[in-house]
């Protein structure tokens, strides 16, 4: 909030320099975001008397000016302005002067004169008609007679002042006024506050002939006060009302427009004046609007307001916003005699969201969001009213007609004073704490170590110790704090066991340059079509969300296939030739819908590969890895997922329970998705991986005798998958039979039709001694027993 300097003088005795004062707002809770001295925009400009007027030698359109500027001797300025003239009061940039528009003047010579500066037009000194009067005439800024000549300019146009802008934190909206600030900085440098004392002169009359109100929402507006004042003198403000307006961001407009505002940026109450002529059938209506009714504001714009909005209306439609702006046809205008003024507490999440679904923001409904005192409310009326008796801008009817249901009673709060100290770690004196909240306005009193608090009603933010604690301190002073040391026991945090898991795989995988991904939990509703499910099929029971932010954010995913396809996609399309991308997430499996009940959060894994080199077993070696590190005993079958390649795809187990799907991504789901190549996809259940890891780990010396080799050929069908084949080697070799490894597979013309050629390498050891063939002979017929079971015989 800005404020200036001279305006808070006007109720704090500010003896201190500024970057003082705004150091001990900073301590005391106030940040201060910036310090903007006007006075620094212009140097070494005085008004000056034009004593001496006369053509210049050689150019016809300059003209010599004797300027009389306050000093024993006349300075000489060349100019080419045509409405200057002899006994002219006007702005002069003598030598080495800096202008507001950033000119810097130095003197030199014109046409072979020497000239001393240059004389200013209200456009140099960046004024407006507002400002001063004359300054948006071209030509040279003609001053008022009565000023003498080196006068500096700053003096003349009221700019020997600062602006300090506070920020207000969004639990103190009494301090978006500058009363508020005044207030805090009365307290900071312990000095007496002056709040403006009320009095004013009514003219007779009775409110209730001119106007009746009725307030038919309370819990939207739960006070209106109204005032009336006859025979309006409409003018211009007077100059110190402009500069403080002005200095606060505000354009003054006439004295009863710039009275509302000064009182809203004072009090930081909002006020509205209506032209009273305007109130249909002079009937103030506190009400809800209708749905479809519409409304034309003071900006021009045009409304339509619905149910669960606001309105100040008329006897016949609305008039106002409530707590945001006027409606267009109750402003003040030139010809305005008579007039309501409007002071009122409204809701604030109700002007929240009005304002918000309107795209409306006011200085009136900043303060309403932020919450204003109900009990200001009166106090403000009370001080536009005296300010518009002071500036004689009109008759004040008597009475007034304010509409509540209750008005709530100041909090008392009772404390211990040693229980502030235990909460602050800080010995405050019991004294120094009634001094400071007394200060604060918080009528304290203390007996038998107790405190009794009154506390203000503008001050809502206090509600308990730890917030009479939090006055006490930050106005005692921070520095009091001495540090001491940490006391009791420190417990050494540490990642959950799943997390320590999550990222076992997680650096596994990135050492097989797969990259991570993270992708929302919410996806689209048709999302999973894309997979081909079967509409009985578990995973298109998800969790719908009733308030999502579109239908791509509407369902809880129950598979990570679905995001990882998205993923590649977006990478595929932008052109990149290959990746690897993994990610670890949840899935969100109901118990049963409609929901009763928490769904179930799975942790689960999706792997994605796509480009040169990548195929489905360089997708299964990803898994055969996890697995190994997680030393899973684990199984091959065929799986018939839908959006997998029918010949190209498998499940795996762990015991009976499935706990892995892979295999390259169907043609037809590819170009559904947008991957104009094959692509690989794998989702595996974490939480069954996490369950079966094998924590125990066995230590087992190097092998002291040499391993024996033998290579097997053998002829089986085609279909026979070659996990069943390896399932029966490794059951015929019993404990001798060390490792199995397929290293061929071969289908053509020396092959039969249906058939296949698979050959497998088989390690024998022992850890008595040295193999011979006779050793390792009755482990090979049992081998060939089994295989002779599955389908398996010898390639001759």
Not at 74 to 88: K, P, R
Not at 253 to 265: A, R, S
Not at 447 to 456: A, F, Q, R, S, Y
Request: charged content about 25%; glycine content about 6%; some cysteine.
């Amino acid at each position: 909030m800005k404020i200036s300097l001279n305006w808070l003088k006007r109720y704090v005795d500010i003896d201190v320099p500024v970057d003082v004062l705004c150091d001990k707002m900073v301590m005391s809770g106030f940040e201060v975001e910036s310090i903007e001295d006007l006075s620094e925009t212009m140097r070494n400009v005085v008004a000056a008397r034009i004593v001496k007027l006369e053509k210049h030698p050689d150019a016809d359109k300059l003209q010599i000016c004797r300027m009389d500027i306050g000093g024993e001797e006349l300075v000489q300025i060349v100019t080419g302005a045509d409405n200057v003239f002899e006994g002219a009061i006007v702005p002069a940039a003598l030598h080495d002067s800096d202008l507001p528009n950033g000119m810097h003047i130095k003197k030199g010579k014109l046409r072979g004169v020497p000239s001393d500066g240059m004389l200013c037009s209200g456009e140099e000194l960046c004024l407006k008609e507002s400002d001063y009067p004359g300054a948006e005439v071209y030509g040279i800024l003609i001053l008022k007679d009565d000023i003498a000549p080196g006068t500096d300019m700053r003096d003349v146009l009221r700019l020997n002042d600062v602006v300090i802008d506070f920020k207000i934190t969004a639990n103190r909206p009494d301090c978006n006024s500058v009363l508020g600030v005044a207030r805090e900085i009365a307290v900071a440098l312990e000095k007496p506050f002056y709040q403006p004392e009320i009095s004013y002169t009514v003219k007779g009359g009775d409110i209730r002939d001119h106007i009746d109100i009725e307030v038919t929402d309370y819990d939207l507006c739960p006070r209106y006060l109204g005032r009336v004042v006859k025979n309006l003198r409409i003018a211009p403000s007077p100059d110190w009302m402009k500069d403080c307006l002005k200095t606060a961001g505000v354009r003054p407009i006439n004295n009863i427009v710039d009275i509302t505002n000064y009182v809203m940026l004072e009090t930081g109450q909002p006020m509205h004046a209506f032209d009273l002529r305007d109130i249909k059938g002079s009937r103030i209506l506190v009400r809800r609007a209708t749905d479809g009714e519409q409304m034309t504001t003071l900006d021009g714009k045009d409304h339509t307001l619905t149910s669960e909005m606001l309105v100040i209306a008329d006897a016949q439609a609305p008039s106002c916003l409530a707590g945001i702006m006027g409606g267009l046809n109750s402003e003040i205008k030139d010809d305005t005699t008579d007039l309501f003024l409007e002071c009122a507490k409204f809701r604030r999440d109700s002007v929240r969201r009005t304002a918000r679904a309107l795209g409306m923001r006011t200085e009136s409904s900043a303060r309403f969001e932020k919450g204003v005192d109900i009990h200001t409310v009166a106090y403000a009326m009370d001080r536009a009213l005296q300010l518009i008796d002071e500036l004689d801008a009109g008759d004040i009817i008597d009475g007034s007609i304010d509409r509540y249901e209750e008005l709530p009673d100041a909090r008392v709060l009772t404390v211990r004073a040693d229980s502030i100290s235990e909460l602050l770690g800080v010995d405050v004196p019991h004294e120094a704490m009634v001094k400071i909240l007394n200060n604060l306005c918080v009528e304290t009193t203390l007996d038998n170590g107790v405190l009794t608090c009154k506390v203000p009603s503008f001050r809502d933010d206090i509600e308990g110790r730890a917030d009479l604690a939090e006055e006490v301190m930050r106005i005692y002073g921070y520095d009091h704090i001495v540090g001491t040391p940490m006391r009791g026991s420190v417990t050494r945090g540490k990642k959950l066991p799943e997390r320590v898991k999550s990222d076992k795989i997680k650096t596994l995988l990135c050492a097989n340059g797969v990259q991570e991904i993270t992708t929302y939990s919410f996806i689209a509703s048709k999302a999973i079509d894309i997979l081909g499910l079967a509409e009985n099929d578990p995973r298109r029971q998800a969790v719908v969300i009733k308030n999502p932010l579109g239908d791509e954010y509407s369902t809880m995913r129950t598979q990570l296939i679905t995001s990882m396809l998205s993923v590649m996609a977006t990478n595929y399309n932008r052109k990149a030739s290959a990746v690897r991308l993994f990610e670890v997430s949840k899935l969100f499996v109901p118990k049963a819908l409609p929901l009763t009940e928490q769904p179930l959060e799975l942790p689960a894994l999706s792997i994605g590969l796509y480009g040169e080199g990548e195929s489905f077993f360089t997708l299964k070696g990803l898994l055969e890895q996890l697995f190994a590190a997680f030393e899973l005993t684990v199984s091959y079958t065929r799986s018939d997922e839908p959006y997998l390649h029918p010949g190209r795809q498998a499940k795996v187990l762990c015991g009976e329970t499935v706990i892995a799907t892979f295999g390259e991504l169907h043609p037809d789901c590819a170009d559904t998705i947008g991957i104009g190549t094959k692509a690989y996809v794998a989702q595996v259940e974490l939480k069954t991986l996490f369950e079966n890891e094998t924590s125990l780990v066995l230590y087992k010396p190097l092998p002291r005798f040499p391993a024996v080799e033998r290579d097997l050929a053998l002829l089986c069908d085609a279909s026979l998958p070659a996990a069943d084949i390896e399932t029966a080697i490794r059951a015929g070799g019993g404990k001798l039979l060390e490792d199995v490894r397929l290293f061929d597979v071969y289908q053509g013309a020396q092959i039969e039709a249906g058939k296949k050629s698979v050959a497998y390498s088989l390690w024998f050891r022992s850890n008595e001694g040295t193999l011979s063939d006779a050793d390792i002979e009755p482990a090979l017929r049992k081998i060939f027993k089994k295989l002779e079971e599955i389908g398996c015989s010898l390639r001759s």
